[in-house]
């Protein structure tokens, strides 16, 4: 049977799988078949064009989907598509380097290191520069800052002012230790990941023959998510194509939200001034979601003004509208979320697996986890673990547990250990010295402990004192406040600890920072941690004793939901300062990108839509403070909303669409 696109295509897709060669950009609005168009694109090149597949590079993000997308083109084709280079950005600049490694100075059977090996060394550096026993960042945080460094083509110094702020950091030895990292890396005959794009796309800048090789050979090539490529990929991409210019790059500017680690939205927004005369080809024809979820998401993202404008048409019949829920604050919003979730599965049209709660980040999902494990409903947190298993969390509650059980040996050896030079034997020998007991309100047992640290911990252990016992206040005060506890627990040590520990130190602060307001309504610290330990034994019975997580819902970040669908979809906090984050209101373009944030989240609902709305939260000092209606939601037509909320919460004061 002969092969005919035709007839699996619509007419936009079928443009853009036959377009001419040439340089061609497909802009695949979400839910548009994207990859349908892709693999029918490889098929059309050999069954119809007669091209070689060994002619042919196709570049993926992820290794799963360059599996799938080669597996469907071969059933299209009816045959195996052998001589294809198919895989990530990654592993096709690694073939080439296992060739050409020596023009280098490689060898070819160079070592690729993991991340715990590329922290290992990095530890290594630290130390021999003998800069391990000062304030300094942890390796896993250097590695970070370096990958983000190299994958934006930018100068190491400024990518380190710009991730560390205002901390205190020394540049200088971080300097050196990138320098002799690279060195160590050298010595070794090894690479980490991020050496391979560096090197990959270096080989190919440095030696004319080796691109020229490459040029010849990759005659067609393809690149999935386009607007997720950074300036190192985009390079890479421009140089393997510079020949023949037959690329066709498949993305959406609408769901470019990954600049944080380097992602680069102008590449995609650049294609036409860096290929003259390229063809345009928009997929539009939505095959995902109900017309109501297509207006809203139509309506949110026409508020960005650079990028390639399109509207989405739904393939599908009309149904329900998206509801636009006002709520009081984040335990109401939790309650609600579970009333509906549980009314969903009730009626036995939708089932828990396809049942998503989304959120901006982490933390705005704790009242929510909360409630569903008193609700006994189970639930699969896709966006990391539960919010107090975190180590973070975990970290800055060791004080509080010590307040309320002075007795408590695990609390005390996880706080030891943040010190430096504290390991676990050391922190047993401590806690045995003190007779197995820290009453924190004792001033002699503070002393005491502060005697026996080790040099380089005491004066950490001096400041958490003196600030959590400070001169005329009354003694202990603070112990029986968890919030106030962990406050100062942060402020005199912690912040500086997650900064130089944590590459994504600052999410983790707020979800501190969350904690702290959370357990501020608890009139004792032993009762916050009663509760606290009641919810995550509950949690683990839950996991241990519930069927599959397919029969559960899903609990995810809108950045980890990408690509993702689901029937019904639930967006919380859709406030100002919470979604969009606070920090992304000062710059434009960090606006932008959370607006196309809040289209992803939007689009990954097919049937039922939710956009919950909280008009109170919690402050740390205990009260409470009025939050503001998204600025998005501000731009959609009320028309195209149903509305949700309790008598009394429509007022003129609240109520700003």
């Known amino acids: 049977m002969a092969f005919d696109p035709a007839q699996h295509l619509n007419e936009a897709q079928l443009r853009a799988v036959t377009a001419p060669d ?11 078949g994207k990859t349908r168009t892709l693999t029918h694109r490889v098929a059309w090149l050999v069954l119809e064009r007669g091209v070689d597949p060994r002619h042919i590079l196709l570049l993926t ?33 690694n073939r080439m380097l296992r060739r050409h490694a020596a023009r280098l100075g490689y060898g070819p059977d160079y070592t690729i290191l993991d991340e715990d090996d590329s922290a290992r060394l990095l530890k290594a550096c630290i130390v021999e ?30 990518t380190v002012r710009e991730h560390f702020g205002e901390h205190e950091v020394d540049i200088a030895g971080v300097l050196k230790v990138q320098q002799l990292y690279g060195q160590r890396k050298r010595g070794l005959n090894a690479m980490d990941f991020d050496d391979l794009l560096v090197n990959g796309l270096k080989l190919l800048q440095e030696h004319e023959e080796v691109a020229a090789l490459y040029q010849e050979r990759m005659r067609h090539v393809l690149v999935d998510e386009y607007q997720d490529t950074n300036k190192l990929q985009s390079d890479f991409v421009d140089l393997i194509a510079g020949q023949h210019r037959n690329l066709l790059a498949v993305g959406d500017d609408f769901q470019s939200i990954y600049s944080w680690r380097g992602a680069e939205v102008k590449n995609i927004l650049s294609f036409q001034r860096r290929y003259p005369g390229a063809q345009i080809f928009k997929l539009e024809e939505n095959y995902r979601s109900t017309p109501g979820i297509l207006e809203v998401a139509n309506a949110v993202i026409a508020g960005n003004p650079e990028q390639y404008q399109k509207v989405l048409r739904a393939t599908r019949a009309a149904d329900v509208k998206p509801v636009l829920a006002k709520l009081s604050d984040g335990g109401h919003q939790a309650r609600y979320v579970v009333e509906k979730v549980q009314r969903l599965l009730d009626s036995g049209e ?15 999902a704790m009242e929510l986890q909360m409630e569903l494990a008193r609700a006994r409903m189970g639930y699969v947190l896709m966006s990391g673990v539960r919010f107090f298993e975190q180590a973070h969390v975990k970290d800055v509650c060791t ?4 307040a309320a059980n002075p007795a408590d040996s695990l609390a005390f050896t996880r706080l030891m250990e943040l010190f430096p030079k504290v390991g676990p034997k050391k922190a047993q020998a ?18 005491k402990l502060a005697a026996l640290l080790p040099k380089e911990a005491q004066p950490i252990w001096q400041a958490i004192a003196e600030k959590i016992f400070p001169a005329g206040e009354e003694d202990g005060r603070v112990l029986a406040r968890p919030d106030e506890l962990v406050y100062r627990f942060v402020e005199a040590f912690y912040d500086d600890f997650a900064e130089d520990t944590f590459e994504n130190a600052k999410s983790r602060l707020e979800d501190i920072d969350e904690l702290m307001a959370f357990s501020a309504k608890y009139k004792s ?22 069927g599959q997580p397919t029969d559960s819902i899903r609990l995810t970040t809108v950045h980890q939901a990408k690509g993702l669908e689901w029937k019904a979809v639930f967006v919380l906090w859709l406030v100002d300062g919470m979604f969009p984050a606070q920090r992304s209101l000062e710059e434009a373009a960090d606006e932008a990108e959370e607006r196309r944030l809040f289209y992803v989240a939007v689009t990954r609902a097919k049937d039922y839509l939710w956009l919950c709305v909280p008009r109170l939260r919690k402050a740390r000092e205990g009260g409470v403070m009025m939050c503001m209606p998204s600025r998005f939601i501000d ?21 700003r669409w």
């Open 22 to 32: 040439g340089p061609v950009l497909v802009i695949a609005a979400a839910g548009t």
């Open 525 to 546: 610290t032993a009762d916050f941690l009663s509760e606290m330990a009641l919810l995550t034994n509950m949690d683990a019975e839950q996991d241990k004793n519930k």
């Open 399 to 402: 004080l509080p547990r010590l």
């Open 635 to 655: 731009e959609i037509d009320p028309a195209l909303l149903q509305l949700d909320a309790p008598a009394g919460f429509a007022t003129p004061r609240w109520n």
């Open 129 to 158: 520069l003998g800069l391990k026993d000062k304030k300094f960042p942890k390796a896993q945080v250097l590695g970070s800052v370096f990958g983000l460094a190299a994958n934006r083509g930018a100068d190491i110094e400024e």
């Open 350 to 364: 939708v089932a828990a697996s396809q049942i998503a709660v989304l959120y901006r980040s982490h933390f705005h």
């Open 430 to 447: 401590l806690w045995t010295a003190l007779g197995a007991h820290l009453n924190l309100r004792d001033p002699e047992k503070r002393a």
């Open 61 to 93: 993000f992820t290794n799963r989907a360059a599996r799938e997308m080669l597996e469907r083109a071969a059933h299209l084709i009816g045959g195996d598509v052998g001589g294809l280079w198919g895989g990530t950005f990654h592993h096709s600049a």
